[in-house]
């Protein structure tokens, strides 16, 4: 069904099957009708601010999350790769967050919390799996997280797993510092 065999996938009644999260919530949001709008609006415009925050985090502040947090999947703990991909977090990612996407807005260009924050905040989970790192995320970012999983409080079981799996991690680097 999925070439990539990753997650989430939905497989269509015509056997076409989407995957990667982002084209799934988009998806899920266009077939939704008056309730995938709330989550992903039509105004062109502030679909393509949801649609650059989606891409944001897929193309440049994703691929800083592996190295850091996937120690708690049995991954590498590399500590020199994961300080310098938590340093490109500090100086270039974080800012896009807080000074571009979060400046005027609780949200992502938004007052109320849209795909893009689902898309964003809860990987932001990852890097409790390095407490001393997580310790060093600006309290703006870390607020911004809360306040997105609160909004989304029916999905507490599954990004509690998660949570779960990062602060209780075991990994002999974990405990590594900056």
């Excluded at 269509?12 to 099957?17: H, K, Q, R, T």
């Excluded at 967050?97 to 795909?115: A, G, H, Q």
């Excluded at 964003?120 to 390095?130: K, Y």
């Amino acid at each position: 069904m999925n070439p990539c065999h990753c997650a989430p996938t939905v497989e269509l009644d015509n056997g076409i099957a989407i995957w990667e999260s982002n084209a799934v919530m988009r998806y899920l949001c266009n077939i939704a009708g008056e309730k995938g709008e709330k989550l992903y609006p039509s105004d062109p415009v502030k679909r393509a601010q949801i649609d650059l925050a989606m891409d944001w985090r897929q193309t440049s502040y994703y691929p800083c999350l592996p190295a850091i947090g996937y120690i708690v999947f049995g991954m590498d703990g590399d500590t020199e790769a994961a300080k310098a991909k938590f340093e490109e977090l500090q100086e270039k990612h974080f800012k896009v967050l807080m000074d571009v996407f979060l400046k005027d807005t609780k949200f992502i260009f938004s007052d109320t919390p849209t795909i893009a924050d689902l898309a964003v905040a809860p990987t932001l989970t990852l890097i409790m799996a390095r407490p001393k790192f997580w310790e060093a995320v600006p309290q703006k970012v870390k607020d911004y997280r809360t306040s997105v999983l609160e909004h989304f409080s029916h999905t507490k079981e599954e990004f509690g797993m998660l949570e779960h799996m990062c602060t209780t991690c075991e990994h002999e680097s974990a405990n590594d510092g900056l």
